[in-house]
C-alpha cells in the first residue's frame, strides 16, 4: 500500500482554508441584500475592519485588486498620475488595471531593498504644473511588500511619506493585503499602520483564512465614493453576508496567530541557508515569506520547483533564478523542517548528477 504524500503548500499564504468556525458561521449567517446596505453581517465586517484600522468606514470587495483599482478611481481622474514602486503588486500583478480601466497613468520608481520607496525620489517624481504633464495625484505604498522580502514598513517611514503628501496636496493609499503581517512584525497596532494613509485595503483571505474577500478603509465621503466605483466594476453583491461571516471570524480569531507564521518563515530560512546551491535571507525573514535564490551556475529555479513538487513540497516561481515559500495556516513547524530535508535530498541529487 502506498502511504499519503505529506504535501507542504507554500506558494501562497492564499492557500488557506476556511476554519471549521468560519464554515460554521457561514452556514448561520443573516443575511440581506448588500446593495441595498440591508446585509447586517456585511455591515458588522465593514464596521469591525474600518474601527481596526482607525478610519470611518469600510467597503467588501471581492479582491485586493478590486480595492487597490477602486482607491485609484477615487482617488484620480482619467489623464492623472500616481507615484509607486517598480516591484508593487498594484504595478507587477494587477494587470495594469489603472491604466486599462481608470486612465492613470503610472510613475514607476524604483522599490528599495526595504519595500520602501526613496522620500527623494517620490518628490522628483510630482510633476510640476505644466500643460504638458499628468497631474500627479496619488502615492501608493505597499505594506507588508511583497516582492520585497514580505519586509513591513514602519510608521516613521509611513509618516515622512504622509508629511510629503500634504505638502504637495497628494492623496496616500496603501495596499496593505498583509497589513496585519506588518502590526505583528512591528509589535504595534494595525490603526497606526494606517493612520497616516488616506485609504487603506486588508485582505481576508492572505494569512487569514477566510475564502474570499479584502476591505477597503477610508473616510465617510471617500468609501460613499468607493461603493459607486465598486458597482461600476461589477462587485456589488447580494447576500454577500455569507462570506462576510469568514471575515468577521478572520478578524477576530485569525490575527493573533499570524506571529506562528513569521516563526515558521524563519525556522524554514534558516534550514535552507544550509543548503549548498540555494541562497536564502533569514535576517531578512520578519514576516512570513522566505526567498531562495537558486546558484546561477547550478539548477535553474523551475528545475528546482518541478523536483520538489515531485516530493510533495509546492514553492513559487518569481523569477528565473527565485523562488518564493510564504508559511501560512494550518502549517506548522514540523512542516517546515520536513520541506528543509525534501530540498536538502533534492539538491543533494541534482549536485550528484552535476559531479557524475
Known amino acids: 500500500m502506498r502511504t499519503a504524500m505529506h504535501i507542504v503548500d507554500l506558494r501562497s499564504d492564499t492557500l488557506t482554508k476556511p476554519t471549521p468556525e468560519m464554515r460554521k458561521a457561514m ?6 441584500d448588500d446593495v441595498f446596505g440591508e446585509d447586517p453581517t456585511m455591515n458588522r465586517l465593514e464596521e469591525m475592519a474600518a474601527k481596526k484600522l482607525g478610519k470611518a468606514a469600510g467597503l ?52 528599495q531593498e526595504d519595500g520602501t520607496l526613496d522620500l527623494g525620489e517620490i518628490e522628483a517624481a510630482i ?35 504622509r508629511a510629503l503628501a500634504d505638502r504637495y496636496g497628494l492623496a496616500l493609499h496603501v495596499d496593505g493585503a498583509r497589513l496585519f503581517n506588518a502590526a505583528t512584525a512591528l509589535g504595534i497596532g494595525a ?11 486588508i485582505c481576508l483571505s492572505k494569512g487569514l483564512s477566510a475564502p474570499v474577500g479584502s476591505v477597503l478603509c477610508g473616510e465617510t465621503e471617500f468609501i460613499q465614493k468607493a461603493r459607486r466605483a465598486r458597482k461600476l466594476l461589477g462587485g456589488g453583491m447580494r447576500q454577500a ?15 493573533d496567530r499570524l506571529k506562528e507564521d513569521h516563526a515558521n518563515a524563519f525556522v524554514l530560512a534558516e534550514g535552507l541557508a544550509a543548503i549548498e546551491g540555494i541562497r ?9 515569506m522566505v526567498y531562495i535564490d537558486v546558484d546561477p551556475d ?33 502549517l506548522t513547524k ?22 557524475s
Do not use: W
Not at 471581492?62 to 478611481?73: D, H, K, Q, R
Open 191 to 201: 490603526e497606526q499602520i494606517a493612520a497616516p494613509a488616506d485609504s487603506v485595503s
Open 241 to 255: 453576508g455569507i462570506l462576510a461571516a469568514a471575515g468577521i471570524v478572520a478578524l477576530e480569531e485569525m490575527v
Open 280 to 288: 536564502t535571507y533569514p535576517d531578512r525573514v520578519t514576516t512570513n
Open 298 to 330: 547550478g539548477i535553474t529555479a523551475i528545475d528546482l520547483l518541478d523536483r520538489l513538487e515531485e516530493q510533495g513540497v509546492l514553492v513559487l516561481p518569481t523569477g528565473p533564478k527565485r523562488l518564493r515559500a510564504v508559511t501560512h495556516y494550518p
Open 127 to 161: 510633476r510640476p504644473e505644466n500643460i504638458h504633464f499628468p497631474r500627479t495625484r496619488l502615492i501608493v505604498l505597499e505594506n507588508t511588500h511583497n516582492r520585497c522580502h514580505g519586509t513591513a514598513l514602519d510608521t516613521n517611514y509611513l509618516k515622512k511619506v
Open 27 to 32: 452556514a448561520e449567517a443573516v443575511v440581506g
Open 60 to 111: 467588501f470587495v471581492p479582491s485586493g485588486t478590486m480595492a487597490n483599482l477602486i482607491a485609484v478611481l477615487v482617488h484620480c481622474g482619467r489623464g492623472d498620475e500616481m507615484i509607486l514602486g517598480d516591484q508593487s503588486h498594484t504595478f507587477f500583478y494587477e494587470q495594469g488595471g489603472a491604466s486599462a480601466v481608470a486612465g492613470v497613468h503610472p510613475h514607476i520608481i524604483r522599490n
Open 334 to 355: 514540523e512542516d517546515m523542517h520536513h520541506a528543509v530535508e525534501i530540498v536538502q535530498s533534492v539538491m543533494k541529487k541534482a549536485r550528484d548528477k552535476t559531479l
